[in-house]
């Protein structure tokens, strides 16, 4: 149950700061982003946090390929079945249906950088002490 709580947490506070960045950047959200937020900084935490003979710098690259991944797949799912258009970078370059794009990619290789960071802190500081009491 413990190991539960922890992924569980972890997908609380991704899905918040997911959707507190849109809020921030765009001004408004959708529902949908603070699921996929979830789901994608626990993905993140598990990559930083796993014991794995990978630089960081690697570590950020597949952090990005993750999240673009994850955000092309919800994508598919929210935009285009569902009709919602919680987004569209259809006007962007480099653009793949209009669901991810190059810049956007590029951006989340460098937002990797200080998740990993706190994804390792947030892993020894505090999940850590969960656990163990």
Not at 57 to 69: L, N, P, Q
Not at 93 to 108: F, K, R
Request: glycine share 8%; with cysteine.
């Amino acid at each position: 149950m413990d190991n539960f709580i922890r992924k569980f947490m972890i997908f609380l506070i991704g899905g918040f700061g997911y959707f507190s960045l849109e809020i921030i950047y765009r001004g408004y959200s959708h529902w949908t982003m603070f699921l996929t937020g979830g789901f994608a900084f626990l993905c993140l935490f598990l990559l930083f946090t796993a014991d794995l003979p990978l630089p960081y710098w690697a570590r950020c690259i597949t952090g990005a390929m993750i999240v673009t991944s994850i955000e092309f797949i919800v994508g598919i799912i929210v935009n285009k079945w569902l009709g919602w258009q919680v987004w569209d970078y259809s006007r962007l370059p480099n653009n793949l249906l209009g669901q991810i794009c190059l810049s956007y990619s590029i951006i989340w290789l460098f937002l990797c950088i200080p998740i990993g960071f706190f994804s390792r802190l947030l892993n020894q500081k505090v999940l850590s002490r969960i656990t163990t009491s």
